[in-house]
């Protein structure tokens, strides 16, 4: 087979093999090749003919293998600009540059998001322009080497803000008391939530379990408008479905690992990091709490406490 050599070399492989084989002076052979000496050094010095590989040496990176896969699902899920992605990965690997993260997204073909068709779906609008007040609930089963976990997430599509707990069952009575434990951090007052039409969400008190309390109940007690519709059709459905399958990934590759309460508090730090320190371009550059906290200067009343304050994640 023909072999290919640069566009701009001087020698050819033939010319190569001769040098390595000759005893004669640099300079001799430079002349007689019309070359440099220092091209003919080089190639008296190398034991084979082919060009060298120009560029980064392939597979160097500061990611490791269950680092990389897990940057790779981060963007794949979320579907966030790099700079997103970077402000979002470097918790993990504080090493982690740029440029590195570019390469790893284009290994991987994912450096370009796709481009979206659909101009009114749920990603291209601007949710920073409705009030604040809206929650999203929504819950994902985790499968790993203890069983099945169930994750439960609410979002806050306006803020971007994301509050998840792990939970070993999935009755009606997890979800009523995440949907608590939720409502008692936030700073705003929810008017409404959003959720599908899942069993925990709409199951109503049993005749044997009559005061054992569910989603509607809570929703109730806090004044909150219960908005029970298709996954497809939710607000921030998109976020929900790319965070849910973002954790569900990094609990698969074994990034989360201990008992409950540890696996939790794990769980926590990441996204207590994500809602305080990850700068998001949708929202023009803030974080999640930094948006948040300029509602509260343009609207007060829309809150029930000061969030400047505050630790945005269910566990202190």
Excluded at 10 to 24: D, F, H, K, M, V
Excluded at 121 to 131: F, H, I, Q
Aim: aromatic content about 8%.
């Amino acid at each position: 087979m023909k072999q290919i050599i640069h566009g701009n070399a001087r020698t050819t492989p033939a010319i190569r093999l001769a040098i390595q084989e000759s005893q004669e002076s640099l300079l001799k052979l430079a002349e007689r090749y019309n070359i440099n000496p220092k091209t003919v050094a080089k190639w008296r010095n190398r034991t084979t003919i082919t060009d060298a590989v120009m560029g980064p040496e392939p597979g160097l990176t500061l990611l490791t293998s269950e680092q990389e896969a897990f940057a790779v699902a981060f963007r794949r899920h979320t579907l966030l600009p790099l700079n997103d992605c970077l402000s979002a990965l470097q918790t993990m690997a504080p090493r982690l540059s740029r440029s590195t993260l570019h390469r790893c997204f284009q290994r991987h073909g994912i450096s370009r998001l796709p481009r979206t068709e659909n101009i009114g779906s749920p990603s291209t609008e601007k949710c920073t322009d409705y009030p604040i007040g809206f929650l999203r609930v929504d819950f994902a089963s985790i499968w790993s080497d203890k069983g099945t976990q169930h994750l439960y997430v609410a979002i806050d599509p306006v803020s971007k803000l994301i509050l998840a707990e792990l939970h070993p069952h999935s009755r009606w009575v997890s979800a009523s008391n995440f949907l608590e434990r939720v409502l008692e951090k936030l700073p705003q007052k929810v008017h409404t939530v959003f959720t599908d039409k899942s069993i925990q969400f709409t199951h109503r008190a049993l005749k044997f379990l009559p005061n054992e309390p569910n989603f509607n109940q809570v929703c109730r007690t806090y004044g909150i408008s219960h908005q029970r519709i298709p996954a497809e059709e939710c607000w921030g459905q998109d976020q929900v479905v790319n965070m849910t399958h973002t954790l569900t990934e990094a609990f698969a590759l074994s990034l989360f690992c201990g008992t409950e309460k540890e696996i939790n508090k794990q769980l926590q730090t990441v996204l207590l990091t994500y809602n305080h320190a990850t700068h998001l371009n949708v929202l023009g550059g803030l974080t999640p709490h930094g948006l948040i906290c300029t509602q509260w200067q343009n609207n007060p009343a829309a809150f029930i406490r000061d969030p400047t304050l505050l630790s945005l994640g269910l566990y202190d």
